[in-house]
Structures are given as structure tokens and as C-alpha cells.
């Protein structure tokens, strides 16, 4: 039906509280919601994509089809949420160190795997704890481990002290070790930085290390039968390579933008999975809820120039992999549905569809306009007319 998807994945954009929202201790949150009610931000696009009418439950007109997914995995993070995506639901979460830090065996490893001393094991902010302990990280070489409320341990360090090859090596040491049951979390994170005292800023040479999916996901499953899939943003990383063709790693959000266009431009026969953070790792975790409307209305200028490159034979669908609603307590992700939008020139008959019951409709729709296997959902193609 479509030579090329484009799926694009607005990292935390959700669009309401999940009707289990409650057992992950996250109440009235909406992500698109109250950053468009606190900031006023006009999103005329997103409008017409159907936005609004799933905040407002209205049924104004719109130029696609658009729905809410919901997550049936158990968890509220990115490598959860995309891997349901493609097929993969995670019933056990993965492990989070959130109030205790890592184990002292597990600090011990990191020192003998890098030969460097740890400073840091909490969990923090990546921008506050480098402004914290930089200054010592400069001084000592030691590595700056921390962690978050996602299943992650991220490790910092000033690119003049600890070169970017041997962060990544380390980063590879630490992620083998980490697979062991007590230790598992889903990513390690690379998360080099530059500057001086007060001045420190975080650098493009982040690199994430997830775990393998637990079985075969639709990205494999395109791959094998010959299809492009490329990867734009932090994709590859999520999936460890795994079924991925082409990788393409970004700044920030506007180099996403702009990639995904140049890749548009392009002639391909398969998919282009997006995913554009910023909102997510600048202003959700944050909680700026003024540079996350600001970051809302940037995607929105550019939907037109996006609309305009597509052809007539490609399908555009644009989602989230959870909630950070930036006007909620805390740090933390929020538990949320997810906005799905599918946009083609071809389309006559855009409405709003039955909600989808997990994330893996997404990746089932996929597989089933190429005509290749889906670990699991249920596809909507028939549905786009």
C-alpha cells in the first residue's frame, strides 16, 4: 500500500493519564495537555492532525487518522515503550536504583573495569550533578555515575579527561556486566561533556548501550526480507542495532527535523523510525514546561515543510513512548497514552479510530503493509482510506 513509512516519535509527548496511571503513582497527568493549558502555545498543525479532539474529545476535522494507544508493558521508559512498539511488551520491568544508587559490588566492578575511581551513585539530573561534580571529575578522572527513575546507569565524563573511545569501552565493560539478573537495567548511558567550571555543556557524543530485545521485533523482521530501516536519533541505540539498516544520530531536535526531511528526499523502500528527544531530556525531566511548549511549536512550523516533501505513496504516523508531563511533581516520566497520527496525501476518509489496546499496533500496521510478520498487536491498514 505505502513504499515508505516515516514513524516519528515525539520522546514523551503523551496525551493523557493511562487508566492505570495510579499503580505507577502518577495522577491527572497529560503531557500535551497542561504544557498547551500552562503556556497558551498555539499548535495550529497539531490541531489539524487531531490533537485536540483527543484532549477535548471533540470531532473537529482533521487532514489524518488519529487515535491514543495504550501501553499494556509494565513500565513508563523509552526502551519500554519502543520496543512495544515493534512487538516486544515487557511484563517484568527493568531494574531501577532510584532511592538506593548502585550496589557497592556493582561500583567496585565499574572501578576495576575502568581503573578509575566513581564519584556520584545517585540518581540526579545529567546537567545538575556535572555543575555538582565536574570540577572534582576534572580534577581526580574519576567517572560520574548516576542513575534516574528510568532503568538506566549513565556515566559522565569531560571529554579532555576520559577521550570519547575509552568512555565508550568502558560503557561496553559495564554493560556486559550488567546483564547479570541483579545488576539488569536497560540502558548504560555514555554522556561526555565539555567547558569549564559553571560553564559545562553536554556534548553529541552521548551513546546508549540497551539490552537486546527479548525476542525478534518488526525492525527485523523488514530487515530480512530487504527493506530499508533507518534509523534517525537514538533508534539504533534503543533496539542495539538490532534490525536497523541505516543510523543516523542527531544533535537535538531541529537536526532530527532536518534529517528526517533530507531522508524524505531521498528514494527508499521501507521504514525511517525518528525519535526526537529533546522534549523528553530538555524540558520533561526539567519540568520547563515553557521550553517544552517552545520545543511543541517548533515541530509544529515544520509539519507543513514535512507534509510538502512527502509522496503520494508514503505514510506518515507520528506517536510517543510515554508521558513527562512537565507541570508534575518530581522528575519521572508519567504513566500515559500516546497520540497516533497517520497522515498520507492519499487519504479521503480521516477520522478519529477505535483506540488502539497496545503500542505493538503500531509496528503491527507496519509489518502488514509490507507483508512481513508482527510478534504481536493488531494492524489498522485496512482502516486507511
Not at 579532555?160 to 547479570?180: F, M, N, Q, S
Not at 528526499?265 to 529533546?278: R, S, V
Amino acid at each position: 500500500m505505502f513504499k515508505r513509512i516515516f514513524l516519528i516519535v515525539l520522546d514523551s509527548v503523551g496525551i493523557g493519564e493511562a487508566k492505570d496511571a495510579s499503580k505507577f503513582g502518577d495522577f491527572n497527568v497529560n503531557t500535551f495537555g497542561h504544557t498547551v493549558e500552562k503556556t497558551n502555545v498555539e499548535l495550529p498543525n497539531f490541531k489539524k492532525f487531531g490533537y485536540f479532539n483527543l484532549l477535548n474529545n471533540t470531532n473537529d476535522s482533521t487532514i489524518s487518522y488519529y487515535t491514543k494507544a495504550e501501553e499494556e508493558s509494565n513500565g513508563k521508559d523509552t526502551l519500554t515503550g519502543h520496543l512495544e512498539m515493534m512487538g516486544v511488551v515487557t511484563k517484568v520491568p527493568f531494574k531501577t536504583f532510584l532511592n538506593t544508587g548502585f550496589p557497592d559490588e556493582l561500583i567496585d566492578s565499574i572501578k576495576k573495569i575502568s581503573g578509575r575511581d566513581v564519584i556520584g551513585n545517585k540518581a540526579a539530573s545529567g546537567t545538575e550533578i556535572i555543575e555538582e561534580l565536574g570540577e572534582e571529575q576534572i580534577k581526580t578522572g574519576a567517572l560520574i555515575v548516576y542513575t534516574s527513575a528510568d532503568s538506566v546507569l549513565q556515566i559522565a565524563a569531560h571529554e579532555e579527561v576520559i577521550p570519547l573511545d575509552e568512555l565508550y569501552r568502558i560503557c561496553e565493560g559495564v554493560r556486559e556486566i550488567t546483564k547479570r539478573e541483579e545488576w539488569k537495567v536497560g540502558r548504560i548511558i555514555a554522556r561526555p561533556y565539555i567547558g569549564t567550571p559553571g560553564n559545562f555543556t553536554r556534548t553529541a557524543g552521548r551513546h546508549d548501550y540497551a539490552l537486546d530485545p527479548a525476542h525478534k521485533t518488526v525492525l527485523d523482521n523488514l530487515k530480512e526480507k530487504g527493506y530499508s530501516v533507518i534509523s534517525i536519533g537514538k533508534i539504533s541505540d534503543i533496539f542495539n542495532n538490532n534490525g536497523v539498516t541505516s543510523i543516523n544520530k542527531t544533535k537535538d531536535n531541529l537536526d532530527g527535523i532536518n534529517k528526517i526531511i533530507e531522508t524524505i528526499d531521498t528514494d527508499f523502500n521501507g521504514l525511517c523510525f525518528a525519535n526526537l528527544n529533546d522534549y523528553d531530556m530538555k524540558y520533561g525531566h526539567r519540568r520547563d514546561v515553557v521550553g517544552y511548549g517552545n520545543s511543541l511549536k517548533e515541530f509544529d512550523n515544520y509539519i507543513p515543510t514535512i507534509l510538502n516533501h512527502l509522496k503520494d505513496d508514503d505514510l506518515l504516523m507520528i506517536t510517543a513512548d510515554h508521558g513527562n508531563d512537565p507541570t508534575y511533581i518530581g522528575t519521572d516520566h508519567t504513566r500515559e497514552d500516546v497520540p497516533v497520527i497517520m497522515y498520507s496525501k492519499k487519504f479521503n476518509g480521516m477520522k478519529r479510530l477505535d483506540n488502539f489496546k497496545t503500542f505493538a499496533s503500531i509496528g503491527a500496521t507496519i509489518a502488514d503493509n509490507f507483508n512481513v510478520d508482527s510478534p504481536y498487536g493488531e494492524s489498522v491498514l485496512n482502516e486507511l482510506k
